[in-house]
């Protein structure tokens, strides 16, 4: 694989915040990685963004992951009231495709870097295909759906606020996978498949696609599974 870089870019109509990536010059075509959210320790050295980051390298993809503004280097600040990222990831886009009129642009995202991309795409982001990995459809709405969010469970008395997104992937302006572990509790396949979406479903996986109670890093082999999917849709005819 080729050797990562390190990169600094400002993000789209913030340029008083820089953002920091890798970079890995694996061909003409983009791949822009977007990771989970920056208030629950989401990172681009999270495991699963930097096994698809990988992944798209070796498929011969131009592929950047980096840091959503207030993490790690990257300057600026995010609070729970604040919208979603598409600025930072617009930035991304931006410094991929440089001068390209018309790149020819994929994008993967986890969690809330998939939330990030799907609402990006419907602002008119240049991306051709997207996949959006543990797209959380509902978010946590008590103690009891955050407990199972880490036990990887159904439990008791849980509760739940949805999200915009299952109507949002459902009119996408371009194709879109979403992938979710079984034991994800905030991805609802069935209220994806009546808004028409049908979700790719990995057995025995939680939202960290991890087979494991807690936020245990996912194995090798289970990586691999969620790569090759991720590869095989971005490179689909």
């Not at 994929?106 to 982001?125: Q, V, W």
């Amino acid at each position: 694989m080729a050797t990562s870089t390190s990169v600094l870019f400002p993000a789209r109509r913030a340029t008083d915040v820089t953002l920091e990536g890798r970079l890995l010059e694996g061909g003409a075509a983009c791949c822009v990685v977007s990771h989970p959210h920056p208030l629950a320790s989401g990172t681009m050295d999270h495991p699963v963004v930097v096994a698809l980051w990988e992944a798209a390298g070796r498929a011969g993809y131009r592929s950047l992951r980096y840091n959503f503004r207030g993490v790690g280097a990257s300057t600026g600040s995010l609070t729970r009231a604040s919208p979603l990222a598409t600025d930072d990831l617009a930035g991304a886009i931006d410094f991929l495709s440089g001068n390209a009129s018309d790149p020819a642009l994929s994008a993967i995202g986890y969690s809330y870097g998939a939330r990030t991309t799907l609402h990006a795409l419907h602002a008119g982001a240049p991306i051709q295909r997207a996949v959006l990995v543990g797209l959380p459809t509902r978010l946590p709405g008590n103690r009891a759906a955050m407990s199972n969010l880490l036990l990887g469970r159904r439990i008791k008395d849980e509760q739940y606020k949805e999200t915009p997104d299952l109507d949002l992937v459902a009119s996408a302006p371009v194709p879109v996978l979403v992938i979710a572990g079984a034991n994800d509790p905030l991805v609802e396949p069935k209220e994806l498949r009546l808004r028409g979406v049908e979700p790719l479903i990995l057995p025995g996986l939680n939202h960290f696609f991890s087979r494991r109670l807690g936020n245990q890093p996912a194995t090798q082999k289970d990586l691999a599974l969620l790569t090759t999917h991720a590869l095989a849709f971005l490179q689909a005819d």
